[in-house]
């Protein structure tokens, strides 16, 4: 692609159709990363976060059913029992209700492996627990004290305990798995902030460069400032074609360049047509004067034409008066001519009487 052969619109179109490309471009990618960091945050909220609440409110729940159970098998009054055995049936089914939901949101193939085993491993201790746990209440609503602190010393508090860790260690997972997104959401903001950066230092190079350029080629195709250009133009066309000061620098086949040589080319157009002009007035007086000396002699030659005329008159006079005697003579001549001829015969007849 020759840029010199471009025209102005051309040049126009490339650059700032390069520069919407560019700006494009970028705007593409900041949505592109503003969505992929949505998506990504809605699946850490919706996902990992969930998780994470739903074994938080478990262990909760799994604690306030122990103190609940605890405290049935130590009050002695009926109605704090009956109060107590409902927050541990409450917080029973409540565990097993965000067990239930903790497990059907790891049952997806992008859940990692080591959540999937803490999960089942939190479901196995819960299913140990739930018996021992709905045999203390028994117990402790059928008075037998001494046999549920037994059973709350001898199995519920190791399995508690295993639960309780089972949940710790799945909320260190989370923290651990959560700052690694972190730090991959950080390392990933930094690159696209820097490739924006990158995009747009680029645009914004691509811009001064192009203007640079445009700013170049406008003004050595045109050769100085547009006003100048209409203000000579303008003398020009109001007849004035003297010299172009302006003109002296113009870089060849620029406007101000062209409009030098169409001024040059006016002044010898128009000395050739004063010259001609001199010359037609020139040959117009002498045509004028050519033509009184005609006028003269034609006057002359018809004063000569006049006598020649009269001559001719007195000269065709002459021959006619000439013709006449001629005639006059040949008819002397024929009666001599018959007299001779008389004479002759007379001569004749004498002869012959001789």
């Not at 949505?38 to 609440?53: L, M, P, Q, W």
């Not at 914004?204 to 080629?217: E, H, P, Q, R, S």
């Not at 005329?309 to 001629?326: C, F, G, H, W």
Request: proline content about 2%.
């Amino acid at each position: 692609m020759n840029l010199k052969n471009m025209t102005v619109r051309a040049k126009l179109a490339l650059a700032f159709g390069g520069l919407a490309l560019l700006v494009l471009a970028a705007s593409g990618m900041a949505i592109n990363d503003l969505n992929n960091a949505n998506k990504e945050f809605v699946s850490y909220v919706s996902g990992i976060d969930t998780r994470a609440h739903l074994v938080e409110q478990i262990h909760i729940a799994v604690g306030e059913r122990a103190v609940a159970v605890r405290n049935m098998v130590l009050t002695t009054n009926p109605a704090a029992l009956e109060s107590e055995k409902a927050t541990a049936v409450k917080s029973h089914e409540l565990v097993h209700a965000n067990l239930a939901k903790l497990k059907e949101m790891i049952a997806s193939n992008d859940i990692p492996d080591n959540i999937k085993a803490m999960v089942s491993d939190i479901d196995k201790i819960e299913q140990t627990y739930t018996p021992v746990a709905l045999a203390i209440v028994d117990l402790a609503a059928n008075n037998k004290r001494e046999e549920a602190i037994n059973k709350i010393n001898n199995e519920c508090i190791p399995l508690l305990h295993a639960l309780s860790a089972k949940a710790n260690v799945y909320a260190e997972a989370t923290a651990a798995r959560s700052q690694a997104i972190l730090s991959m959401a950080q390392a990933r903001y930094e690159n696209q902030r820097n490739t924006l950066i990158i995009v747009c230092a680029l645009a914004l190079l691509g811009a001064v460069i192009a203007g640079a350029l445009i700013t170049i080629n406008l003004s050595k195709a045109l050769g100085s400032e547009p006003s100048t250009l209409g203000e000579i133009a303008q003398r020009v066309a109001q007849g004035d074609l003297s010299s172009m000061e302006a003109s002296t620098s113009a870089p060849a086949g620029s406007v101000l360049a062209s409009l030098k040589i169409m001024q040059q080319n006016l002044v010898e157009i128009v000395s050739k047509v004063r010259q001609a002009s001199n010359s037609i007035a020139t040959g117009a007086t002498e045509i004028s004067t050519g033509n009184l000396d005609l006028s003269s002699r034609t006057e002359q030659q018809a004063g000569s034409l006049e006598e020649t005329a009269a001559a001719m008159e007195e000269l065709t006079s002459t021959v006619k008066q000439n013709a006449e005697n001629a005639n006059q003579a040949s008819q002397l001549a024929t009666s001599a001519s018959q007299v001779a001829s008389e004479g002759g015969n007379v001569v004749n007849q004498v002869i012959t009487t001789m």
